[in-house]
């Protein structure tokens, strides 16, 4: 005798940019995200933030380039956990700047690999992961997280580096499902480890796809959709940071933000030209144009070999 067995799925996560925003990020959360370090930066995530004037945000993260500026000018944070902020192609990050110097923000120093070991331990749910760095650095004199141990098997002294458990991680991925199973390729830099550790994890796509499609490759899968609270279809979400497969790095955009961030009254004019007013994946598209998009967009494809899963 046949049996019916009823398989029900879970509900669908998609939500609007500025749903998931408002649901996830109150003011005072911890966030972690350009967790790729160059690549796959979730700016269009940022920006919605900064419309909803956030505020007392911790931003985490390993080289955000230009994204974090763009949030502490807005005054929506209040304390950085990083290895490095600026813009890559010029240096200087002038509202990060501006904010260690008057003292309103505060710094947590990490270098790549602490920042990177605070989110393993997070994710593995351990107190502190051991490692052999920061020895002689001056990272101690900002970070309490870093503190010397030693080795209850060797004698050695080691450095114990505190885990950080952010409230949300932001990821951009090239495609998702609706139930919060991603593809992600490129440099992953820790993005893995910071969704393990984080509460909650808001992703903004390239492309919504079937489950169907994101289970015949499992192992580019970036974390399990049990662990994704919302899934944000928002192409060109990623701009002006490189996308792999979909758009190149937008150098000129870095290079304009810098000209356009060397004072307050220039930031606030350059937030209400590409931020304020532009909510929408289709408005941020119109804003960049038809021929710098077809510009960025990638012209040779090199696809990965196919693999057999088989059996």
């Known amino acids: ?7 029900s799925l879970p509900d669908s996560k998609v939500l609007s940019l500025s749903d998931s925003v408002h649901q996830f990020i109150p003011d005072g959360s911890s966030i972690a995200l350009g967790l790729s370090l160059e690549s796959l930066i979730p700016f269009a995530a940022a920006h919605e933030i900064i419309r909803q004037e956030k505020r007392n945000l911790t931003l985490i993260g390993p080289i955000s380039d230009i994204l974090f500026d763009q949030i502490i000018g807005a005054e929506c944070a209040a304390k950085i956990r990083a ?17 260690i110097e008057s003292g309103r923000l505060h710094i947590e120093d990490h270098s790549n690999l602490t920042i990177a070991m605070a989110l393993k331990a997070g ?15 001056d990272l101690y004199q ?17 450095t114990a580096v505190a885990a950080i ?7 951009h991925v090239q495609r998702a499902d609706e139930f919060g199973n991603a593809h992600a ?10 969704c393990l550790a984080s509460r909650h994890v808001i992703l903004t796509a390239e492309d919504i796809v079937t489950p169907d499609l994101i289970a015949r490759d499992p192992n580019r899968v970036l974390t399990p959709g049990f662990r994704v609270s919302a899934v944000v ?64 967009a990638i012209k040779h494809h090199d696809y990965a070999e196919t693999v057999d899963y088989g059996y």
């Open 1 to 7: 005798m046949s049996m019916e067995v009823n398989i």
């Open 142 to 158: 900002t970070n309490p997280g870093l503190q010397q141990i030693c080795c209850p098997f060797t004698g050695d002294r080691l």
């Open 165 to 171: 458990t952010p409230d949300v991680a932001i990821v």
């Open 83 to 99: 290895a490095w902020v600026g813009n890559v192609i010029t240096g200087s990050a002038y509202n990060f700047r501006r904010g």
């Open 185 to 194: 390729w490129g440099n992953l830099g820790i993005t893995r480890d910071a």
């Open 233 to 296: 279809h928002f192409p060109w979400g990623g701009h002006p940071s490189p996308v792999p497969g979909y758009y190149n790095r937008d150098h000129q955009a870095f290079i304009d933000y810098r000209n356009s961030s060397k004072s307050p009254e220039q930031y606030a004019r350059w937030r209400s030209d590409w931020v304020d007013g532009v909510c929408s994946s289709k408005e941020y598209r119109k804003r960049i144009g038809p021929e710098r998009l077809a510009k960025l």
């Open 123 to 137: 994710a593995m749910g351990v107190p502190f992961m051991p490692v052999r760095t920061a020895s002689g650095s």
